[in-house]
Each structure stands twice: as structure tokens, then as C-alpha cells.
């Protein structure tokens, strides 16, 4: 039902083959995330699934390299879209939103063999032929832990400049956000103005110095920026205590997943990302009761 309203067509061309539709390669996708397995081990134990090959009704199993294919071509926007229809599923009104960032790493190398290498050929950290690392922002609800919105991106780049496209998706997906809540890693009067001219919605991120305000006539500095400042007089530390929450949802997608993305590209790695962040949204929808 969520590839439907996500406006994804059967067949990206009238001149396809038709033999494997666009909906089934997609939960495909979402299944291989959900299981933890490569394109090859995918169809291995596809195989044995005869529920999965009769509810996608694919009349056999698809090659790895369809899959590959099918990524390189697959509209990131889809996803996204996808991605906020299963959240609409179990989310109520007035969204008390929690945002942060965490890591995938690019390479199951182990910190041994990039120690060793750097030892016998005498190699920096940075020169060691190992991938980086990609780097995901998700918005959650805390609430029903489902992930709202979700971003990823290829560089170590700071967290609040990624808060833009997580507001974005947040406005065209349609939530009715009433506060947001970050670390001090989002302490910045553009992220407070961003958000609350955006969505309309209150925020509620520490500022780096959460000193007393300061006093008429006192030598103390004041905290620039007119919603940084209000931080020190409004905070409310109860409601703070949720931000937690997102940090439970990083964990849970690393654990039951994988904290490793095998993607080659930036293309292929976001929609790894994104592929993941539905499978968490579906396993929530299933647990809280609600028909997928």
C-alpha cells in the first residue's frame, strides 16, 4: 500500500520486460536490508520463502545483478516517499520529534588490519585503502519510535548543516510537528529559525553554555542569537529526556540490521540507508498492531 501512494508505477518502461515489477524489486530491497545478507545470499534464500516469491508474485527468482540494476536507477525520492507513508501508519498528531546523527561504516575492514597496514607499508590512517564511513540523520517520534524522516550523506560534515534536508522532507511529507528536540551538536540560531519557520514548531536544543542568564549590569556574556538565548529561560528538561529515544532507534537499526553499508556509490549507499529505515518503520507498524 505505501509503494501505491508513493506514486511508484508498476513498470518504469512501457518497453520492460515485465517479468519482475518495480513493487516487488523494491520490497525486495527492503527484505535484503531486513535480513542482513548480500544480492547473492539474497536469492539463495529467497528460494525457500514461498510466501514472500507468492505475496510479490514473481514467477522466479531474480538475478543479483536486477537488483544492482535496479538501485542504480531507482529515484531516491521514491524512497522517501515510501518511507513517509509507513510512518503515517502508526503516528498520531502533535509529534514530538527527536533528531540525530550516527555512522555506517563503508568497509567490514577491522581496526587490526588497518593498523597492520599502516605498520608494514608505512601508511597514515587516511591512506590505508579502506572506505570511510556514511553518515545518516534521521527525525523520530517519540512515541511510536518510527522514523519520520532520514538523510545520509558521504563526509564527515557537521551535524546541524544536515538538518536542512530532515526539515524539508518533515514540511513536504505533511507531520504535524510540535516540538524538536537535538543535541548540543544542532546548537545554532539558523537550526532554531530553520525549524520553527519550516514547520512551525517549538525547539528544544541545549545551548554549549547553559550558564545562568545574565544579569542587567553583570559582565557576564550573553548568549547570541535571540533562540539560543531563550533556551537558557524556557528549557524544560522533562520533555528533553526523550531525545534519548533517537539514540534507542540508531541502535536498534545497528543491531538488528547491520552497522555496515556495502554500497559503492553515494546513490547506492543512500538508498541502503533509506531501505533500512523502512524495514525499522515496518517492524514497528507489525508490533504496534497495525496491518502493513
Not at 546523527?101 to 587490526?112: L, M, P, Q, V, Y
Not at 539558523?190 to 517549538?202: A, G, I, P
Request: charged content about 25%; some cysteine.
Amino acid at each position: 500500500m505505501a509503494l501505491i501512494a508513493a506514486g511508484l508505477p508498476r513498470y518504469s518502461s512501457y518497453y520492460s520486460n515485465h517479468v519482475y515489477d518495480d513493487h516487488a524489486k523494491v520490497s525486495l530491497l527492503v527484505l535484503r536490508q531486513h535480513l542482513d545478507v548480500s544480492y547473492e545470499e539474497m536469492t539463495d534464500v529467497l528460494g525457500s520463502m514461498n510466501g514472500v516469491i507468492r505475496a510479490l508474485r514473481i514467477r522466479s527468482i531474480p538475478d543479483p545483478s536486477t537488483l544492482r540494476k535496479f538501485v542504480k536507477r531507482l529515484d531516491p525520492d521514491v524512497l522517501d516517499k515510501v518511507l513517509w507513508h509507513t510512518a503515517k501508519a502508526v503516528c498520531n498528531e502533535q509529534l514530538i520529534v527527536a533528531v540525530d546523527a550516527t555512522g555506517f561504516s563503508c568497509s567490514n575492514a577491522s581496526r587490526h588490519y588497518v593498523r597492520r597496514l599502516r605498520e608494514l607499508k608505512g601508511m597514515t590512517y587516511s591512506e590505508a585503502p579502506v572506505r570511510g564511513y556514511e553518515k545518516m540523520t534521521i527525525a523520530v517520534d517519540t512515541s511510536t519510535l518510527s522514523i519520520l524522516a532520514a538523510d545520509s550523506c558521504s563526509s564527515n560534515i557537521s551535524d546541524y548543516k544536515r538538518i536542512g534536508p530532515i526539515a524539508d522532507d518533515m514540511e513536504k511529507a505533511g507531520y504535524d510537528v510540535k516540538c524538536v528536540i537535538a543535541d548540543k551538536g544542532y546548537d545554532s540560531e539558523q537550526v532554531h529559525r530553520y525549524l520553527r519557520e519550516h514547520l512551525h514548531c517549538e525547539t528544544l536544543i541545549p545551548a554549549r553554555k547553559m550558564s545562568e542568564p545574565a544579569v542587567s549590569g553583570s559582565k557576564r556574556r550573553r548568549t547570541s542569537g535571540f533562540y539560543r538565548g531563550l533556551m537558557k529561560f524556557f528549557f524544560d528538561p522533562v520533555t528533553y529526556k526523550r531525545r534519548s529515544i533517537v539514540e534507542s532507534v540508531n541502535s536498534m537499526i545497528k543491531r538488528k540490521m547491520s552497522d555496515v553499508v556495502y554500497g559503492r556509490t553515494p546513490r547506492s549507499r543512500h538508498a541502503e540507508v533509506l531501505c533500512r529505515c523502512i524495514a525499522h518503520n515496518i517492524r514497528r507498524m507489525l508490533s504496534l498492531g497495525v496491518k502493513v
